[in-house]
T-cell receptor
Framework: RKEVEQDPGPFNVPEGATVAFNCTYSNSASQSFFWYRQDCRKEPKLLMS???SGNEDGRFTAQLNRASQYISLLIRDSKLSDSATYLC????????????FGAGTRLFVKA | GAVVSQHPSWVICKSGTSVKIECRSLDFQATTMFWYRQFPKQSLMLMAT?????????EQGVEKDKFLINHASLTLSTLTVTSAHPEDSSFYIC???????????FGDGTRLSIL
């Protein structure tokens, strides 16, 4: 079982739709959580941090559920420019810090 | 915000050439830097982790004599692909973080094409 699992998609949604991605992690020593966005042939860019209390940034909302060990990302009012691969990232603290990347979920927003 | 600069962004060279890629943190001290490789439509693959002043830790299957990593200062790490061959053609991306537990920030990536 992978330490961080994501639905690879692709998710194909029309402009204006609301789309949600989930990510699960298996190691309870995971302490920090992030969503990154990667455009085709570009480097990943940090989108937002994820907290148990939730984190909202404009049309994007991230949520962490520690009990169930999953992280979510909600995108409201999707734009064409939201088309990208979204990476779930977990940092474990097991005597040293280790960053685990999910394989990513591909999103295509169409007009 | 934090910025990581990677250079060059694109390299095309002949088989057998050695290629050096630089990764610099511009506004923070990068105690740890990471080197990734990514093939088209595939996930990031961690190649090695380097801490400033220490030898890099390579992931299983990554040849340390082929991919030389130097992290001599808190702002600079280099990856040298020695005697590159066409199968080494890929997108190489570095990332850096200042403290454990903090998110990594990525360089722009280097697209390496070996003819």
């Amino acid at each position: 079982r992978k330490e961080v699992e994501q639905d690879p998609g692709p998710f194909n949604v029309p402009e204006g739709a609301t789309v949600a991605f989930n990510c699960t992690y298996s190691n309870s020593a995971s302490q920090s959580f992030f969503w990154y966005r990667q455009d085709c042939r570009k480097e990943p860019k940090l989108l937002m941090s994820v907290y148990s209390s939730g984190n909202e940034d404009g049309r994007f909302t991230a949520q962490l559920n520690r009990a169930s060990q999953y992280i979510s990302l909600l995108i409201r009012d999707s734009k064409l420019s939201d088309s990208a691969t979204y990476l779930c990232v977990v940092i474990q603290n097991t005597g040293g810090f280790k960053t685990i990347f999910g394989a990513g979920t591909r999103l295509f927003v169409k007009a | 915000g934090a910025v990581v600069s990677q250079h060059p962004s694109w390299v095309i060279c002949k088989s057998g050439t050695s290629v050096k890629i630089e990764c610099r943190s511009l506004d923070f001290q990068a105690t740890t830097m990471f080197w990734y490789r990514q093939f088209p439509k595939q996930s990031l693959m961690l190649m090695a982790t380097s801490n400033e002043g220490s030898k890099a830790t390579y992931e299983q299957g990554v040849e340390k004599d082929k991919f030389l990593i130097n992290h001599a200062s808190l702002t600079l790490s280099t990856l040298t692909v020695t005697s590159a061959h066409p199968e080494d053609s890929s997108f190489y991306i570095c990332s850096a973080r200042d403290q454990g537990g903090q998110p990594q920030h990525f360089g722009d990536g280097t697209r390496l094409s070996i003819l």
